[in-house]
Every structure is written in structure tokens, then in C-alpha cells.
């Protein structure tokens, strides 16, 4: 397991997990590229309806799974999945922001008459504003000098809001779309499976098969 | 696809057509598939050939008609109409068949008859998104009698000089192009004279937001977004929608001591 040691997940394991994560916004920044050159891309024949809907998606995915390391490290009983956890939460907000900046820009063109009435009337984009208004601070206050300052305590609890981003992200998501589909309630199964994981009751048994002891923030 | 004989006429906004590749690959058609390229990568297992449509109620001529003897193929005429879609997309459309009227004329609605309701194919091995509840299939929608009887309302059998490719909604589907591009459904199997307003597939879905006319009104919100504005397929910016998709002069007076805001 050396391959796997702190020191290596620290110094080659975070630079290529963010290489990775940049990978799906490479794609789309190329493909906008092109698509303003008038070249050939892949965004099809509504590449604003495309890269909203591509954006969206990978923020859901990265939030998901930044909310699966710390029950990966329950199950697994190794804390190094918590390594990532930070990295992983920021990549979620990196794309929530390329995902309104496509809104925004691409898509409204800056038109903020409408912009305000789309966040007001229509309860789908109120429900996705709300969750970019809790995922800001939990952006802002994710430095180790933020973990300083309002205390390991505190900071947690603070940072409980992100299970309010995945249920608003989640619900946003089944609400955008029309009829009755599946697509939207499998991310939504697999965040209700997320969130088991943090009942005491199933962490403390998950503990005390793996004989390990609470994860501190920060780490 | 066979190519089509047919007439050409001043039904034709004068403005650029949208590509043929956008008009058969970026799609709704949901019983084969939800992405907007599933319809034409699914398509293929539709069998246009041969087809019948049952005609009923409150007609004269009842009966199932094979296709051939519904359209009178010597009379196709080419009609160039907007298409505005419902999630805020538009397209120009080259569409070859005959007038709904004609059709209709040819069926002779009865007295009574109020409405005309249309069925499209629900068939589980032609079309792999039947097996998901997305909508209660079959799709159904329909028009008041005098909203079928208008020039505009347009049965379409072909596409760009050809017969209409199965994604759009082969062998022949409906085209009104004053209203959002669900009310134009495809791939028709029956067409029905009734005196009672036919349930119409999305209003089943979600009532508060898709009404029976579903009339194109900028001033008139869908609950999720804004229609004042739409984004024709192969431009960048957005461009005003028009009332009644710009077919006020044609239809308007239809709607004539109708409130619009409640009646959407």
C-alpha cells in the first residue's frame, strides 16, 4: 500500500485528480471555442441548451461525490479519501459557477430584466439560486485559515449546509425537467444512499467495524 | 427517402430555412427516447410503410383508411412555416403535404362535431421510450374544429423535397404553427370527431403549465420560463417571439373574446 501513502496521494494523487477534474471543462471551453470560430463542434444544434445542461451535470456529479468520501472512509476505514474531499467540494463549485456563467452569459446574454424575473417567478432557478447562496460560503470559508478562525467545531457545522446544495440541486434538477423521468431520481436515490451514511446511528457501527476514530476536519 | 412532386406556394416568411441536418437530428419525439438526438438514432425501427389511420366519431366516412387513401398524394403542396418550440427553440421548416381541411372535408365532419382529436403510434417495439412513463402513451392532442378548418393547419408527409424522415413524425403529422410545437403531433394513427374537448397529452402531464390551445404568446409565461424571447436554431443571439408565431392575420380572429392569459 505504499503506492497509496499520504505522502504520494499528497504530492501525485491531488495534482492528477485535478487534472481529471478539469477534463469536462477543458472539453466545453474548446467546443465554445470552435463553435464562436464558426469550426466544427460538439454541442450540437443548441449548444447554449448543451452546455447549461452539461455544466449542470458535472457540478451535480462532483457534488455527489465529494459527499461519498467520507462514507468511503467509513467503509474503507482509511481517512486518505478525505484528502480529496476539499479539492472535490471546490471542483463542485467551479462548475456551479461555469454552469450560471453559461446562463448568464450564453444563454440570457446578460438580458437582467429577464434574468430577475427567471429567478423570482420560476421556482426551478429560485431553487438553484438558493443552493449557490449556501454553496458560496462553504467556497469562501474552505482555506485552513477559515478552519482556524471559526474553530474545527463550528466550521463543521457550518459546512452541514452542503446537504442542503444536494437536496436544492437535486430537486432543482427533477423540477427542470418535463414529465415523469427516471434521469433525475437516480441522482436523487444516490444522495438519499449519501445521506444514510450520516445517521449516528450507521457511523458509529460503521466505527466500530473498522476500529477507527472520527474524522477531524482539516485533515 | 423518396423524393415528393409537389407545387410550391406563398405560404413562406422569407426567412433563412433551418438546415435540414437540425430539422431531422434535433428533436422531440419522445416515444423514441428523450435526448434531443435519440429520435433520430431510434427512428429506424418505425415502420412508415404500410400505414392506416382510424378515423371515428362524429363523421360521415367513418373507417380505417390506409394512408394512400387519406392523402391525396397528386395534391401535395410545399408550405415554408416558423416552428417555435415550447422550451424556447425555433425553426424554419419546409414541409410538403395537404391541408388539414382537406382532409377533414373529405372524412365530412358531422354537425355535432366540435373537435378534432388525434392518437399517435404507441407500439413497444417500434419505439424503445414507450417502456418509460415519461407521458400516459399513447400521445394524444387535439384542435377545436375551427382551428382544423384554418388554412394554416397543415398535415405534413414530407420534408425539404422528400418524404418526412420517421423522427419527424413519418408517415404524416400535424403541423400548426401558431402554436408551440407539441400541440403539431406525429405519427398519427387516429383522428376523432367528437362534440367533447379531447384530453391532450402534456395538460394530462402538468396542467398548470400546458393548456388545450397552447396558442405562441410572448406575453404569456410557461410557469418555467419566459416566451417573450426564442432561439433560432443556428444563431447565437435571441430574437422577440412573435404573437400567434406571427400567424395573428390567419388566426387570431379565432380566438376572438377569448382570454388568453386563462385560456393558454
Known amino acids: 500500500m505504499a503506492l497509496f501513502s499520504q505522502k504520494n496521494l499528497r504530492r501525485y494523487g491531488k495534482p492528477f485528480?485535478?487534472?481529471?477534474?478539469?477534463?469536462?471543462?477543458?472539453?466545453?471551453?474548446?467546443?465554445?471555442?470552435?463553435?464562436?470560430?464558426?469550426?466544427?463542434?460538439?454541442?450540437?444544434?443548441?449548444?447554449?441548451?448543451?452546455?447549461?445542461?452539461?455544466?449542470?451535470?458535472?457540478?451535480?456529479?462532483?457534488?455527489?461525490?465529494?459527499?461519498?468520501?467520507?462514507?468511503?472512509?467509513l467503509l474503507t476505514g482509511s481517512p486518505r479519501w478525505i484528502l480529496f474531499r476539499r479539492m472535490t467540494g471546490l471542483f463542485a463549485f467551479f462548475y456551479v459557477c461555469l454552469h450560471i456563467t453559461s446562463y448568464i452569459w450564453l444563454d440570457m446574454q446578460f438580458d437582467w430584466s429577464e434574468l430577475w424575473t427567471d429567478v423570482v417567478k420560476r421556482i426551478y432557478i429560485t431553487v438553484g439560486f438558493t443552493a449557490l447562496l449556501c454553496l458560496?460560503?462553504?467556497?469562501?470559508?474552505?482555506?485552513?485559515?477559515?478552519?482556524?478562525?471559526?474553530?474545527?467545531?463550528?466550521?463543521?457545522?457550518?459546512?452541514?449546509?452542503?446537504?442542503?446544495?444536494?437536496?436544492?440541486?437535486?430537486?432543482?434538477?427533477?423540477?427542470?425537467?418535463?414529465?415523469?423521468?427516471?434521469?433525475?431520481?437516480?441522482?436523487?436515490a444516490v444522495l438519499a444512499g449519501l445521506m444514510v451514511f450520516r445517521l449516528p446511528m450507521v457511523k458509529s457501527w460503521l466505527r466500530r467495524r473498522t476500529q477507527q476514530k472520527p474524522i477531524n476536519a482539516g485533515v | 427517402l423518396q423524393p415528393l412532386t409537389y407545387s410550391?406556394?406563398?405560404?413562406?416568411?422569407?426567412?433563412?430555412?433551418?438546415?435540414?441536418?437540425?430539422?431531422?437530428?434535433?428533436?422531440?419525439?419522445?416515444?423514441?427516447?428523450?435526448?434531443?438526438?435519440?429520435?433520430s438514432e431510434n427512428a429506424w425501427r418505425l415502420e412508415p410503410k404500410p400505414w392506416s389511420v382510424k378515423v371515428s366519431g362524429m363523421v360521415d366516412a367513418p373507417g380505417d383508411y390506409a394512408f394512400e387513401d387519406l392523402i391525396d398524394m397528386k395534391?401535395?403542396?410545399?408550405?415554408?412555416?416558423?416552428?417555435?418550440?415550447?422550451?424556447?427553440?425555433?425553426?424554419?421548416?419546409?414541409?410538403?403535404?395537404?391541408?388539414?381541411?382537406?382532409?377533414?372535408?373529405?372524412?365530412?365532419?358531422?354537425?355535432?362535431?366540435?373537435?378534432?382529436?388525434?392518437?399517435?403510434?404507441?407500439?413497444?417495439?417500434?419505439?424503445?421510450?414507450?417502456?418509460?412513463?415519461?407521458?400516459?402513451?399513447?400521445?394524444?392532442?387535439?384542435?377545436?374544429?375551427?382551428?382544423?378548418?384554418?388554412?394554416?393547419?397543415?398535415?405534413?408527409?414530407?420534408?425539404?423535397?422528400?418524404?418526412?424522415?420517421?423522427?419527424?413524425?413519418?408517415?404524416?403529422?400535424?403541423?400548426?404553427?401558431?402554436?408551440?410545437?407539441?400541440?403539431?403531433?406525429?405519427?398519427?394513427?387516429?383522428?376523432?370527431?367528437?362534440?367533447?374537448?379531447?384530453a391532450t397529452s402534456w395538460n394530462k402531464s402538468a396542467s398548470n403549465e400546458y393548456g388545450f390551445y397552447s396558442n405562441v404568446n410572448p406575453e404569456v409565461d410557461h410557469p418555467r420560463w419566459s416566451q417573450a424571447r426564442e432561439r433560432r436554431i443556428g444563431e447565437f443571439s435571441r430574437r422577440k417571439t412573435l404573437m400567434f408565431n406571427g400567424y395573428g392575420e390567419q388566426v387570431a380572429h379565432l380566438y376572438t373574446g377569448l382570454d388568453l392569459e386563462k385560456n393558454f
Open chain 2, 8 to 39: 410550391k406556394t406563398a405560404y413562406n416568411p422569407g426567412e433563412d430555412l433551418t438546415p435540414e441536418d437540425a430539422i431531422t437530428s434535433y428533436n422531440n419525439f419522445y416515444e423514441f427516447g428523450l435526448d434531443k438526438s435519440n429520435p
Open chain 1, 17 to 73: 485528480v485535478f487534472a481529471l477534474f478539469l477534463i469536462p471543462a477543458v472539453w466545453l471551453i474548446y467546443n465554445w471555442v470552435q463553435a464562436y470560430a464558426g469550426a466544427p463542434h460538439d454541442l450540437g444544434f443548441n449548444p447554449q441548451e448543451t452546455s447549461n445542461r452539461f455544466t449542470g451535470d458535472w457540478a451535480l456529479r462532483i457534488l455527489l461525490l465529494s459527499l461519498a468520501l467520507t462514507p468511503l472512509s
Open chain 2, 75 to 198: 395534391a401535395l403542396e410545399e408550405r415554408i412555416y416558423r416552428l417555435r418550440c415550447v422550451e424556447g427553440w425555433s425553426m424554419v421548416v419546409p414541409w410538403i403535404g395537404v391541408p388539414l381541411a382537406s382532409v377533414l372535408k373529405k372524412l365530412g365532419p358531422q354537425s355535432g362535431a366540435k373537435y378534432v382529436a388525434f392518437e399517435t403510434l404507441a407500439d413497444r417495439d417500434q419505439m424503445p421510450g414507450i417502456r418509460y412513463p415519461v407521458l400516459d402513451w399513447p400521445y394524444v392532442e387535439g384542435l377545436t374544429l375551427p382551428e382544423a378548418m384554418n388554412e394554416l393547419a397543415f398535415i405534413a408527409v414530407g420534408l425539404y423535397g422528400k418524404e418526412i424522415p420517421n423522427q419527424n413524425g413519418a408517415p404524416l403529422r400535424l403541423v400548426v404553427p401558431w402554436k408551440y410545437g407539441f400541440k403539431s403531433i406525429k405519427s398519427i394513427v387516429s383522428i376523432k370527431l367528437t362534440d367533447r374537448k379531447p
Open chain 1, 136 to 188: 458560496l460560503p462553504l467556497a469562501i470559508t474552505s482555506t485552513a485559515g477559515w478552519v482556524r478562525r471559526l474553530g474545527a467545531k463550528r466550521w463543521q457545522k457550518l459546512h452541514k449546509l452542503v446537504y442542503a446544495v444536494g437536496v436544492l440541486a437535486v430537486i432543482h434538477f427533477i423540477m427542470m425537467r418535463k414529465g415523469f423521468q427516471f434521469e433525475p431520481l437516480i441522482y436523487g
